[in-house]
């Protein structure tokens, strides 16, 4: 099974998420930057484990 974590990471210009070593492109908030990159993890294959991170800054995965 494959495994993506989608990390929330600061940047100067705004908040991007990076997965498996690519960036996406920035956004403005935080919350924007979530909200994408759970829309990219749930394109991702079902045998993919997903793992995220919440508001709270608490990691969570798919693993059941």
């Known amino acids: 099974m494959n495994k993506s974590t989608f990390k ?3 940047h100067d210009e705004g908040w991007a ?7 996406s492109p920035f956004f403005r908030t935080r919350e924007a930057a ?3 990159a759970r829309l990219a993890a749930s394109a991702a294959s079902e045998t ?8 709270g800054g ?4 798919n693993s059941g």
């Open 8 to 10: 929330i990471e600061k």
């Open 17 to 23: 998420y990076q997965a498996n070593g690519a960036h």
């Open 34 to 36: 979530r909200k994408a």
């Open 48 to 55: 993919t484990l997903l793992s995220h991170e919440d508001k």
């Open 58 to 61: 608490e990691w969570y995965d």
